[in-house]
């Protein structure tokens, strides 16, 4: 095979950032087509990738005749809707099951509306990938990978130009980890350029790999390549029958599929190899956390529309209820249209999340409602002629059994109290904690089987439940049969023990850790600081007061008020009947600048490496360094006791940045408030 240098012509654009969506619909979206649109008529073998499905969207609603000229240029090879997905996400901060929809859906769209469809992750400016990338990439039909973000901050350097990158299940995508800069120009030469020339020579060298990948182009305000640029590569084009290097305008993808077909399986298996994930060293650390909003809301709005999928599916199936795809499609979408890379990571200016935010609050009442209805369909299917009270479902989406504490509302006139059964008449350890007039709240144990609808038995009673509660709760404790927990004088939770393992898990309190933080002045919104986290926390926060919110019969909690300057940390610490975990809520009513606010705990299990969540499998990582010390996980991270005999684990709803300092303990960050302020 001829040695060959793919120019990938495209126009990355930041659908928000420095500006709104409002600014990218009247100016740069349309851009990108109008600009495009005389070099396809000047240079028959131009070539232009682009990616986001939701742009294109935006296109055909807002510019009807630019979207069908684009859709003709489709037809005729000369344009490309690249890179697969819906938008040009984040890939660290989003469930494994939003990167699917954003593959799913963004493919839909251009199968649906151009007939074709891509078969890479085209990420040109993102910040950090994830080892679940590579496996949900191949789970998806895709076999390719590109960006340029590497040479940004890579924990690991850039691995290769061109090869393959394994997953975490064992599956690899052909990745080009190095097409350099998006805004590259090329003035007088492809062949000549010296980034090309280096890297094609060096693979062929090293790997016996005849081609090497590289962008022109503009970006982040989208248009088009310089015309500089393409007529260069068009006449180089034009000169390959006379030279020993072929150039080719190529799409995305193109690189990918020619591997995968031109090369022989001896080249193919000289291909270099990376197993592992390419997070960024500090470049993107600070966005696990920068405007939390984002964060809490993402993951609200992952799991409860998924729920509503699954509980709609069944009453589908169950009962002939409508599955009302469009709407839930809608929800998703709308969700991961913010999973941009400038978006979730917290990196657009403020004006951006007015919009944004709302749009979460949309999708979360949606999907709410389409749960509510579909477990009220499902309950209908129950019979409830045995039940002497007023009928109750409580729905279970997840994949196994779970006993929980339930919490609801009842107003009934003339009630003076209820106990909880379930359908066979077996009472349920439960509580009234509070009556206003009519209106009770109840708390009681419930265990529902995996993705069903359980009903239960709510019976007005005279006297309360006398089932005995193994919970034990004072101002400085709280107990069942499996754990005790132990609270300070300073209102920090100072020892969790473990009764089934007859072990303590902490060596000392688990307390808000607060750094006085100057964070990064170029990027304050992206970036954390190494050696500013690398020291021992300034400040701690100081108990204001502890009271018994609740002491029922299948949960006990005690609500915690803490302050620290002008910040005010309410906690709520909850233990079940029977659980096995302690649960902790907390509210911060934030006011520290210059301030880096982390959760730290630490456990009695010792180890040099701390395991993290995924969401598609496990990655252990060592403790800091300096090239890997801020990083993301999915719901928990843990410690496993190098003796193997117990983990410890924590998990959280919505943060996903950890740091490692020791082998004892693990942070959770909370709060990034860096003095340099980012935009507005």
């Known amino acids: 095979m001829k040695p060959r240098i793919y120019t990938i012509a495209t126009a990355h654009l930041d659908t928000s950032w420095n500006w709104t969506l409002e600014k990218t619909l009247e100016e740069y979206l349309p851009k990108t087509a109008y600009e495009n649109f005389p070099l396809f008529e000047k240079y028959p073998k131009y070539k232009f990738s682009f990616e986001g499905g939701y742009r294109y969207e935006l296109l055909e609603e807002y510019y009807p005749l630019y979207f ?9 090879g000369r344009w490309f809707p690249a890179g697969s997905a819906w938008e040009n996400g984040d890939v660290n901060i989003p469930s494994p099951e939003a990167l699917f929809r954003n593959f799913l859906y963004g493919n839909g769209y251009f199968k649906e509306k151009f007939g074709v469809t891509s078969k890479d992750v085209f990420l040109p400016d993102c910040f950090g990938f994830g080892w679940a990338l590579p496996s949900v990439a191949r789970h998806a039909n895709l076999i390719g990978f590109t960006t340029q973000k590497l040479t940004w901050s890579s924990f690991c350097s850039v691995p290769f130009d061109i090869g393959k990158w394994y997953g975490v299940d064992g599956s690899f995508v052909y990745a080009s980890f190095d097409t350099r800069g998006y805004q590259k120009v090329f003035k007088k030469s492809v062949r000549k350029n010296y980034m090309a020339a280096t890297k094609l020579w060096s693979n062929i060298r090293k790997y016996n790999l005849p081609l090497t990948a590289i962008f022109h182009g503009v970006g982040d305000r989208e248009g088009a390549p310089r015309e500089e640029s393409v007529k260069t590569v068009v006449r180089e084009i034009n000169e390959n029958k006379n030279k020993n290097t072929d150039v080719v305008s190529a799409f995305s993808d193109e690189v990918f599929r020619d591997i995968d077909i031109l090369l022989s399986d001896e080249q193919k298996n000289s291909l270099p190899l990376y197993d592992g994930e390419l997070v960024s060293t500090n470049h993107g650390a600070g966005g696990y956390t920068s ?5 809490r809301l993402n993951r609200q709005n992952e799991m409860l529309i998924e729920s509503a999928e699954r509980l709609s599916l069944a009453a589908m199936l169950l009962c002939g209820r409508k599955y009302n795809e469009k709407m839930l499609d809608i929800c998703w979408k709308r969700v991961i249209a913010h999973q941009f890379h400038d978006d979730i990571t917290g990196t657009s200016i403020i004006d951006c999340y007015k919009r944004n935010w709302n749009d979460y609050f949309l999708s979360l009442a949606q999907a709410a409602e389409e749960l509510r209805d579909a477990v009220g369909t499902l309950a209908e299917l129950v019979d409830t002629s045995s039940f002497k009270g007023m009928p109750v479902a409580v729905c279970n989406s997840l994949q196994f059994n779970r006993t929980q504490c339930v919490y609801l509302e ?31 709240s109840i708390s009681f144990q419930a265990s529902v089987k995996p993705l069903s609808v359980t009903l239960f038995d709510i ?18 404790h709280l107990e069942n049969d499996n754990i005790k927990v132990l609270i300070d004088q300073n209102g920090d939770i100072s020892s969790i023990y473990d009764k089934n393992l007859n072990k303590e898990l902490l060596i000392k309190p688990v307390s808000f850790a607060l750094f006085d933080y100057e ?3 170029g990027y304050a919104a992206w970036e954390m600081v190494y050696e500013q986290i690398s020291v021992s926390a300034q400040r701690r926060t100081h108990l204001k007061n502890i009271e018994i919110v609740e002491n029922g019969k299948a949960a006990a909690t005690l609500k915690i008020t803490k302050s620290c300057a002008d910040s005010l940390f309410t906690q709520f610490v909850t233990l079940t009947a029977s659980g096995k975990s302690v649960n902790v809520f907390n509210e911060v009513d934030w006011r520290c600048l210059r301030t880096l606010l982390k959760l730290e705990f630490a456990f009695t299990a010792a180890n040099k490496n701390a395991l993290y969540d995924l969401g598609l499998g496990i990655i252990e990582r060592p403790n800091n360094t300096k090239r890997r010390f801020e990083v993301p996980a999915q719901m928990w991270a843990a410690i496993q006791d190098k003796s193997g005999e117990y983990t410890a684990y924590v998990l959280s709803d919505s943060r996903i940045g950890w740091d490692k300092p020791n082998d004892n303990t693990l942070r959770l960050t909370c709060m990034h408030t860096p003095r340099h302020w980012y935009r507005k």
């Open 68 to 76: 069908k000229r684009i859709k003709e240029y489709i037809e005729k």
């Open 291 to 295: 405007r939390t909003m984002s964060k």
């Open 410 to 440: 009842i107003t009934m006139p003339g009630a003076r109290g209820f106990r909880v059964f379930d359908h066979n008449s077996k009472e349920l350890m439960s509580t009234v904690t509070k009556k206003d007039g009519d209106t009770f």
């Open 459 to 476: 019976r007005k009673a005279s006297e309360p439940c006398k089932l005995q509660s193994p919970l034990k709760v004072s101002k400085n």
């Open 519 to 521: 964070g990064c002045y």
